[in-house]
């Protein structure tokens, strides 16, 4: 309990030191517009930027800039982090144009003008995190190891004595790591995030799908150390080494709960906010749609997406609708140079307007 206390208030500090990067950047952006500001409301110009704080923080919590495995990863803290200033900046653009000006105060340059001050703070400041944090123990990644007994050891002992890696490693057997679990689940403890360490040697090898579908289900992160053969069948870039050791990572890091959450909800805004962007051009689309050919406007079709689930994709038609060739499956045929694509039809597909709506739709 106490090393989760200390990981959160370690996390706290790191988000509040960003939110003082981003305020500090956008302070010096408002010298790009000097010659405004004696006219300017401070009191607006405040609001306006604690809401440009606040979709920046949206958008690092999205990312998982503050999840403690990806904060101790000098790349992955400074890569994710720039990201979600990006990812804030495309938000705040669109929603200063959607706004009216009397109800915004800070202008587009100066969200421009920020980002390069910003984002020289932040990368210095998460380089620099990266290396402090794991000087607490709340912070050191732990490992358990499964598989040969002697080798998994000899694994675990490399890592807990790697002094630049800042983690605890220990070998552990299938049957008792089942038993730790069960017995957390009873007594209901809070487990800190573990990742798992796979041996794929010949002794194990009848059971590694069944240690891989366990902690899958249980730890953060799992790896796979290879065998010869099994170096053949791995994307290279899914490679790496720890302590001298090469692994393949076969799950990456789950997603916190509030997560999946707050994506759908930024998908949906975002796809509501391209709507309303698009939406004069969907209007004389669909009107020259009506207009050229007989049917009617949106041509419908049903897709599988995650989990299996079957949904509706609506797009502007750009065939004729009298004449249609399916295969066994039902679907409509088409091939280059089609003779059925109407004017219309040829144009907007060249120019992707007729998927305009399903993009949107996928969200």
Not at 204 to 229: M, S, T
Not at 251 to 266: E, F, I, N, T
Request: glycine share 6%.
């Amino acid at each position: 309990m106490l090393a989760r206390i200390e990981e959160r208030r370690l996390l706290l500090l790191v988000f509040l030191t960003d939110m003082v990067c981003y305020a500090f950047g956008l302070r010096f952006a408002s010298f790009t517009v000097l010659q405004n500001l004696p006219y300017t409301d401070l009191f607006l110009l405040q609001r306006d930027r604690l809401a440009c704080m606040v979709i920046f923080g949206i958008c690092a919590l999205l990312l998982g800039c503050y999840d403690s495995r990806r904060l101790t990863d000098r790349f992955d803290t400074v890569y994710y982090t720039l990201l979600a200033l990006g990812l804030a900046l495309l938000h705040q653009l669109a929603l200063s144009t959607l706004l009216p000006e009397g109800w915004r105060v800070i202008s587009r340059r100066e969200l421009i003008a920020s980002i390069p001050v910003t984002a020289i703070l932040l990368v210095a400041w998460r380089a620099a995190a990266a290396s402090f944090v794991l000087r607490f123990a709340s912070l050191h990644r732990r490992f358990y190891v499964l598989g040969a007994e002697p080798e998994g050891r000899r694994i675990a002992a490399a890592i807990t004595g790697d002094p630049g890696i800042h983690a605890d490693a220990r070998y552990s057997s299938l049957d008792d790591l089942k038993q730790r679990f069960e017995t957390e689940a009873s007594t209901r403890l809070a487990r800190v995030p573990e990742e798992a360490i796979v041996l794929a040697d010949d002794e194990h090898r009848g059971r590694a799908a069944e240690l891989l579908h366990f902690c899958e289900e249980h730890f953060e992160r799992v790896y796979l150390y290879p065998g010869i053969e099994d170096l053949l069948l791995f994307n290279q870039g899914r490679m790496q080494a720890l302590a001298g050791i090469p692994l393949v990572e076969i799950s990456g890091m789950r997603q916190p709960y509030p997560y999946v959450h707050l994506k759908r909800a930024m998908d949906i805004a975002s796809a509501l906010i391209g709507l309303i962007l698009a939406a004069p051009i969907c209007v004389v689309t669909a009107i020259l749609v009506k207009l050229t050919s007989p049917g009617p406007v949106f041509y419908t079709q049903a897709r599988v997406g995650r989990g299996g689930r079957e949904f509706k994709i609506y797009k502007f038609r750009s065939m004729r609708n009298d004449i249609q060739e399916k295969d066994a499956a039902g679907h409509v045929l088409a091939r280059s140079n089609d003779p059925r694509v109407t004017p219309v039809g040829a144009f907007i597909r060249k120019h992707r307007i007729d998927a305009v709506l399903e993009s949107a739709m996928v969200f």
